[in-house]
């Protein structure tokens, strides 16, 4: 079971991560068996250390992004989260996140759901 702090506090260090691009901060958040997926459509990229691979082929420039990001709804061990992001190039996106938490706390399953402002 998680809890609205704890979904807060998993999405700190998600930015930080995205942010820092440790691989040890990413790898960190997912399960050794982790789903993420960009899109809901999309296979799958599985395992955390995959999901880092992942992350470092295309990284963002450092300071070209903002990104806030609150739970919205949480239930046992399934939380989605709300947030937007801002690129510097004037992109910014709307993002819901559907997260699912093993019981110590990192994600088992990650979808991304976004709306691009036209």
């Given at each position: 079971m998680i809890d609205r702090q704890a979904v807060q506090d998993w999405l700190n260090r998600y930015v930080a991560?995205?942010?820092?691009?440790?691989?040890?901060?990413?790898?960190?958040?997912?399960?050794?068996?982790a789903e993420y997926r960009y899109h809901p459509?999309?296979?799958?990229?599985?395992?955390?250390?995959?999901?880092?691979?992942?992350?470092?082929?295309?990284?963002?420039?450092?300071?070209?992004?903002?990104?806030?990001?609150?739970?919205?709804l949480v239930e046992g061990d399934w939380a989605t989260?709300?947030?937007?992001?801002?690129y510097g190039d004037g992109r910014f996106y709307w993002n819901?996140?559907?997260?699912?938490?093993?019981?110590?706390g990192r994600c088992q399953r990650f979808v991304?759901?976004?709306m691009k402002q036209p």
């Amino acid at each position: 079971m998680i809890d609205r702090q704890a979904v807060q506090d998993w999405l700190n260090r998600y930015v930080a991560a995205w942010s820092s691009y440790d691989r040890s901060a990413i790898e960190a958040l997912f399960t050794e068996d982790a789903e993420y997926r960009y899109h809901p459509y999309d296979e799958p990229v599985v395992g955390n250390a995959a999901i880092a691979d992942n992350w470092l082929e295309e990284k963002d420039e450092p300071g070209s992004w903002n990104a806030n990001y609150q739970p919205h709804l949480v239930e046992g061990d399934w939380a989605t989260a709300v947030g937007t992001t801002t690129y510097g190039d004037g992109r910014f996106y709307w993002n819901m996140w559907e997260l699912t938490f093993a019981p110590d706390g990192r994600c088992q399953r990650f979808v991304e759901w976004f709306m691009k402002q036209p």
